[in-house]
C-alpha cells in the first residue's frame, strides 16, 4: 500500500526559499513517476514538477528556473526546493506517485505554503 506523507510547508516571504518533503512508503521508484502537484483556492489542482523513475524531470513554465524536484533513494523521500517564491506560488502542495505500468495513483494530504509579507 502507498502512503506519501507531506511536511516542510508554512508562511515564508517573497523571494524567500522553502523545501518541500514527501516521504513514500510501498514504492519503488524506478517504477514510479513522483510529482508534486499545488491547488490555489478557487483554482484547479496544476501539476508543478514531475520526476520519473529514469530521472526525467518536467516543471510547469511558472516554476522553470525557480523550483527543483528531487529523490532520495535510499531514505524513499522526495523534495521540492522552492526558491524565489512569489505570492501566487501560494497554495496546498501534494505529493503524487503514480505507478508507471498501471497508471495508479495516489497522494499525500497536502501541504500549505503561504508566501506573503
Known amino acids: 500500500q502507498v502512503q506519501l506523507v507531506e511536511s516542510g510547508g508554512g508562511l515564508v516571504q517573497p523571494g524567500g526559499s522553502m523545501r518541500l518533503a514527501c516521504q513514500a512508503s510501498?514504492?519503488?521508484?524506478?517504477?514510479?513517476?513522483m510529482a508534486w502537484y499545488r491547488q490555489a483556492p478557487g483554482k484547479q489542482r496544476e501539476l508543478v514538477a514531475r520526476l520519473t523513475g529514469t530521472g526525467t524531470t518536467n516543471y510547469v513554465d511558472s516554476v522553470m528556473g525557480r523550483f527543483t524536484i528531487s529523490r532520495d533513494r535510499a531514505e524513499n523521500m522526495v523534495y521540492l526546493q522552492m526558491n524565489s517564491l512569489e505570492p501566487e506560488d501560494t497554495a496546498v502542495y501534494f505529493c503524487?506517485?503514480?505507478?508507471?505500468?498501471?497508471?495508479?495513483?495516489?497522494w499525500g494530504q497536502g501541504t500549505q505554503v503561504t508566501v506573503s509579507s
Open positions: 503524487n506517485a503514480r505507478h508507471d505500468f498501471t497508471g495508479a495513483a495516489s
Open positions: 510501498g514504492i519503488i521508484f524506478k517504477i514510479y513517476t
